[in-house]
């Protein structure tokens, strides 16, 4: 239960923000700390059990016959990636209190960054790979957010949405190879999964699961050549460029490779594309960062370089390489978010983050610049930090290995290259910021930031430090126990000491730091020779490439879209036919298997009242009020064969929902035209009749196939199981509420976000607004005959006590929530049309919005309180209580559920009735929040 929590909290923590958004900014920032840090808390109590080399699991059937499980488990790996997240999430949170200007909303900033933590929490601590990818989708959507947060910028959109399309291509790469592996092995689990690599390996899918896996982890990696979104997202604020590179979004990338490791590494061909991927990211990010003017940016292209080598140490044959690679995530982690704070220190104090102005800052703020060069030096892997230690082993395994057959001399070389321009764009940072001359045309002069923004720096700094001199105490056993976990066995021989002795990696590392140092010191040739070469935009590109995207589906679409109704039913028909003809020509001559009921006078009469009805509402459609008086007549008619055939629930249903879509109709009337002209020609009729009678014939058919087929009847199942299961003896109710409560957890959902679509579409629309009906005659003066008004004030309490009436008895007998809150909505929207807005809203405040959110969210917690119980989500109880007068009386989890349905219905149909008749009113709805 603890591992839910885990995630839960910081879930729960995204709403602290905004609750707390009217406190001052140091008690907010606190308040939003508290849930992570009692997270953190969380995974430091099962950490002991993580080092003696147990996995902890926690499991809750979702939907078993689909593979679908809350599943998570805490291992090493995942014990490392939850302490990077939480740990720099909190530093992160301490840094963006001071970060963020006054005009900056801290709310909405710490609400998306901890959605955002949610979700990275959720990849790590996934067991089953479906519910790992609906994680890794979010972190997609959360870091779409927070890479937008400043949305006035045109290049903070640009790169949100180049962020989000690369990410969001990976991702749906990753489902399908997902969904693959659980057509292979018929498992999801991670646990069942890590232990036959062998089977899927020699699967002929093999191949094609593996690329989709590593397109979903490198394009997440900012991998070569997908690599470019990342510089671009750098017009994030800082504390989110210092989350996102160093323990979350680039790691998810890593982290799915460890994680996967046991069981797609091993063949030629992992080997083979992760290791050329991983060298080419490497060697580019290098070079590019060297060139780079902003300070950000030249951090994004050393995190594209840094996520190439530990890419590449998973691609080598080896188990060290592995360690390497582990070994180096932490290392990384720990001087990229300090690098980066610290870059936004010196931005935040200067106002500009250009190389070319910001020189000499040694003198205006001499303890972040102590502190930058450190983290610097340790990105460069200068002796006795921590970044020194990792890239020593990474030069090691380069050496002990043969993944290129004859040509494998080459990576130890590469890899020498790709140190030597680390150390290069290492020193540029450092002398070109805090050296180097006087500024120029900073903005304001530089000094030192507040107390408490330099104290994230200065933790991660000392363990930047630690780390190097004391590795074995500091990070000993994490480093094990993650790596255990990474190869799915036992660990090789490997040593943390931070002196190996003379040896060719040492001779490596002496041999970049050198050619490091005087490739700087001779960086003008080099950036001549890069100024020669043709300059490439990545956003501009991918901005070109989506407008012409965007110009080819409008082309399309002007092809289809004609903006006549006529046409777009006559294509949607046809292709309904073409469907249709085949199948029942393949069906033979129909043939009788049930009996059918026999047709008395009542049943004919109401059938030829429809039929009439609807040749009605055809022949005078272009009188509008008339068409929508016999269409009324036909809702009506259903409404009664529903009676008849002993189905009261959907009477009521059917004739709650005719109503209200009157009363939609009535008040969407008001803005079209009353009569309109004839604009059917013969020609146009024949073809419309002729498709019209073709589609009637082949519907027909088929309602009459079905009608005479034998059928498997589901209903036993229920009318067996409601009462014993569902606790409830109305069977359709106990089906919506119980057996199928996902679907209508689902439905109520759509419609509330349906409601808030079409009150966004209202929202200052501009409309026609008739002065006369369809003769010309004014409209009567007296808006709200005191005849209706006193009707309407009489039966509005009548009408809510019908509603909890049919809400209370919904579980035994015809009715719910549904019902009830249709009742509802149509009392009070009778009460605009009768009394007016004015009269409603000085005795009615409820806001609509609030009302959908309250009902989803009331529905949503009651399949979660199951969980308590450890029962799978919307898991109903019920039972019987003695109570005194009362008696014996049943109490059912369900009426809660039915409690959300109520209000989510009332909400989301007042918000369209009452939305859509103050269109003609002062009261037009110009926010979301006006009800």
């Known amino acids: 239960m603890e591992l839910l929590f885990l995630v839960l909290l910081p879930l729960i923590g995204s709403v602290v923000p905004v609750l707390t958004k009217s406190w001052s900014r140091s008690y907010s920032a606190l308040a939003t700390a508290i849930l992570p840090a009692a997270a953190l808390a969380v995974v430091l109590q099962l950490a002991p059990a993580i080092f003696s080399?147990?996995?902890?699991?926690?499991?809750?059937?979702?939907?078993?016959?689909?593979?679908?499980?809350?599943?998570?488990?805490?291992?090493?790996?995942?014990?490392?990636?939850?302490?990077?997240?939480?740990?720099?999430?909190?530093?992160?949170?301490?840094?963006?209190?001071?970060?963020?200007?006054?005009?900056?909303?801290?709310?909405?900033?710490?609400?998306?960054?901890?959605?955002?933590?949610?979700?990275?929490?959720?990849?790590?601590?996934?067991?089953?790979?479906?519910?790992?990818?609906?994680?890794?989708?979010?972190?997609?959507?959360?870091?779409?957010?927070?890479?937008?947060?400043?949305?006035?910028?045109?290049?903070?959109?640009?790169?949100?949405?180049?962020?989000?399309?690369?990410?969001?291509?990976?991702?749906?790469?990753?489902?399908?190879?997902?969904?693959?592996?659980?057509?292979?092995?018929?498992?999801?689990?991670?646990?069942?999964?890590?232990?036959?690599?062998?089977?899927l390996q020699q699967h002929s899918l093999y191949p094609v699961i593996l690329i989709l896996v590593l397109l979903g982890a490198f394009t997440k990696s900012a991998q070569f050549p997908f690599h470019f979104w990342l510089p671009n997202a750098m017009s994030a604020p800082t504390p989110v460029s210092a989350y996102l590179h160093s323990a979350t979004m680039v790691k998810a990338g890593i982290f799915l490779l460890a994680r996967m490791y046991p069981l797609l590494a091993g063949s030629d061909l992992w080997f083979l594309l992760v290791t050329i991927t991983g060298m080419t990211t490497l060697l580019v990010g290098a070079y590019l960062a060297l060139f780079q003017h902003d300070l950000k940016g030249l951090l994004a292209y050393s995190t594209i370089s840094h996520l190439g080598l530990i890419t590449l140490l998973l691609g080598l044959d080896t188990d060290l390489a592995t360690v390497a690679a582990i070994f180096h995530i932490i290392n990384h982690a720990i001087f990229k978010a300090s690098l980066f704070m610290a870059a936004g220190i010196i931005d935040h104090e200067s106002g500009s983050r250009d190389m070319r102005k910001l020189n000499g800052l040694w003198q205006f703020m001499p303890v972040t610049a102590t502190l930058a060069m450190v983290a610097s030096a340790s990105m460069a892997g200068v002796p006795l930090l921590n970044g020194f230690l990792s890239k020593e082993m990474f030069f090691a395994e380069t050496l002990h290995q043969d993944v290129l057959g004859a040509l494998s001399w080459l990576i130890p070389v590469l890899a020498t290259v790709a140190a030597t321009l680390s150390v290069a764009y290492s020193a540029r940072f450092i002398?070109?910021?805090?050296?180097?001359?006087?500024?120029?045309?900073?903005?304001?002069?530089?000094?030192?930031?507040?107390?408490?923004?330099?104290?994230?720096?200065?933790?991660?700094?000392?363990?930047?430090?630690?780390?190097?001199?004391?590795?074995?105490?500091?990070?000993?056993?994490?480093?094990?126990?993650?790596?255990?976990?990474?190869?799915?066995?036992?660990?090789?021989?490997?040593?943390?000491?931070?002196?190996?002795?003379?040896?060719?990696?040492?001779?490596?590392?002496?041999?970049?730091?050198?050619?490091?140092?005087?490739?700087?010191?001779?960086?003008?040739?080099?950036f001549r020779f890069q100024a020669e070469l043709p300059e490439l935009n990545p956003l501009q590109l991918f901005e070109q490439k989506i407008k012409a995207l965007l110009n080819n589906a409008q082309r399309w679409h002007q092809r289809f879209e004609s903006a006549e109704l006529q046409r777009y039913l006559l294509w949607m028909f046809l292709i309904v036919v073409v469907l249709l003809i085949w199948p029942l020509q393949q069906m033979g001559q129909f043939t009788r298997h049930t009996a059918m009921l026999p047709i008395d006078a009542l049943m004919l009469a109401a059938m030829l009242v429809a039929i009439i009805a609807a040749f009605a509402t055809v022949l005078c459609q272009r009188q509008r009020l008339l068409a929508l008086v016999m269409i009324s007549i036909v809702g009506l008619v259903v409404t009664l064969i529903f009676v008849r055939f002993s189905a009261p629930d959907l009477a009521l249903t059917q004739l709650s929902v005719e109503v209200v879509t009157i009363v939609l109709l009535m008040l969407a009337l008001f803005f079209l035209p009353h009569k309109i002209s004839r604009a059917s020609n013969a020609g146009r009729l024949i073809r419309d009749g002729a498709i019209a009678s073709v589609c009637g014939v082949v519907i027909g058919s088929l309602s009459y196939a079905m009608m005479l087929e034998p059928q498997q009847r589901i209903s036993d199942f229920f009318l067996i199981n409601a009462k014993t299961g569902g606790g409830g003896y109305n069977v359709v109710n106990v089906i919506l509420v119980d057996f199928?409560?996902?679907?209508?957890?689902?439905?109520?959902?759509?419609?509330?976000?349906?409601?808030?679509?079409?009150?966004?579409?209202l929202t200052r629309l501009p409309l026609f607004k008739p002065s006369s009906d369809a003769e010309g005659r004014q409209w009567a003066l007296d808006k709200h005959p005191m005849l209706l008004a006193v009707v309407s004030q009489a039966l509005l309490p009548l009408a809510l006590l019908v509603s909890v009436y049919i809400f209370f008895r919904g579980h035994n007998l015809p009715g719910g929530g549904f019902v009830a809150g249709l009742i509802t909505a149509i009392a009070i929207i009778l009460q605009y049309v009768a009394q007016g807005v004015d009269w409603v809203k000085q005795r009615l405040t409820l806001e609509y919005h609030r009302l959908v959110a309250a009902g989803v969210l009331i529905s949503s917690l009651t399949g979660a309180a199951s969980w308590l119980f450890e029962r799978p989500f919307l898991t109903s109880w019920f039972d019987y209580f003695q109570l005194p007068l009362l008696g014996e009386i049943e109490l059912a989890s369900a009426i809660a559920f039915d409690l959300g349905v109520y209000l989510t219905v009332v909400g989301s149909t007042l918000m369209i009735l009452a939305n859509l008749g103050k269109m003609t009113t002062d009261h037009r709805p110009v926010h979301e929040g006006q009800n």
């Open 53 to 199: 080399g147990e996995t902890l699991f926690y499991q809750m059937p979702w939907v078993e016959a689909l593979g679908l499980s809350l599943s998570f488990r805490l291992d090493g790996l995942s014990l490392l990636f939850a302490l990077l997240i939480l740990c720099i999430g909190l530093l992160v949170i301490l840094y963006a209190r001071y970060y963020l200007a006054v005009t900056d909303s801290m709310a909405r900033f710490y609400g998306f960054l901890m959605l955002f933590m949610t979700a990275m929490l959720g990849i790590v601590l996934s067991n089953n790979l479906l519910q790992l990818w609906l994680f890794w989708e979010l972190t997609s959507i959360s870091s779409f957010l927070l890479i937008s947060f400043w949305w006035h910028r045109a290049d903070a959109r640009s790169g949100a949405r180049m962020a989000l399309t690369i990410t969001g291509f990976g991702g749906l790469a990753l489902l399908a190879g997902i969904l693959l592996i659980g057509q292979v092995l018929g498992s999801f689990e991670l646990d069942v999964l890590l232990s036959k690599a062998d089977v």
């Open 431 to 526: 002398h070109d910021v805090f050296f180097n001359g006087q500024p120029k045309g900073l903005p304001r002069t530089p000094h030192e930031p507040p107390r408490y923004m330099r104290v994230p720096v200065e933790i991660l700094v000392a363990l930047c430090i630690l780390v190097g001199l004391a590795p074995q105490y500091i990070v000993g056993d994490l480093l094990a126990v993650a790596s255990s976990a990474a190869l799915g066995g036992p660990l090789p021989q490997y040593s943390l000491s931070i002196w190996h002795g003379v040896n060719l990696p040492l001779l490596m590392s002496v041999m970049a730091m050198t050619l490091g140092i005087l490739l700087y010191s001779n960086r003008k040739h080099l």
């Open 740 to 761: 199928r409560g996902f679907d209508t957890l689902g439905e109520i959902t759509v419609l509330g976000i349906a409601a808030l679509g079409i009150f966004k579409l």
